[in-house]
């Protein structure tokens, strides 16, 4: 499975982004997809999750609440809605594939994309 992402961006705090990723080369909803992100001289760190064969999400409490993952089976591609973003949320965002049902473990994942950057002034 190839993954892209894109959608990355600049805005103000407190303002909305809708990175996306497309999958290609697979059955797309065989796969769990997540959302990750690196900051600058950080891990890098677990965002979302919305599983395969149902509609389990999972979040991580930094971003619950703010953010909200889909997808789209049809189009081969996920999500991740971002809104109310803090400086805090600024880092470079992949998106990743793995056959589990709903793991948030980085290593769990199989396929990833590329990554597309987030940055967020105060």
């Known amino acids: 499975v190839q993954l892209q992402a894109s959608g990355g961006g600049s805005v103000q705090a407190g303002g909305s982004l809708r990175p996306s990723c497309a999958a290609s080369?697979?059955?797309?909803?065989?796969?769990?997809m997540g959302w990750f992100r690196q900051a600058p001289g950080k891990e890098r760190e677990f965002v979302a999750l919305f599983s395969r064969g149902g509609d389990i999400t999972r979040y991580a409490d930094s971003v619950k609440g703010r953010f909200t993952i889909s997808r789209d089976n049809s189009k081969n591609a996920v999500y991740l809605q971002m809104n109310s973003l803090k400086p805090e949320d600024a880092a470079i965002y992949y998106c990743?594939?793995?056959?589990?049902?709903?793991?948030?473990?980085?290593?769990?994942?199989?396929?990833w994309g590329q990554g597309t950057l987030v940055t967020v002034s105060s």
């Open positions: 080369g697979g059955t797309f909803s065989d796969y769990t």
């Open positions: 990743a594939g793995a056959r589990g049902l709903w793991p948030t473990s980085q290593s769990s994942y199989n396929y």
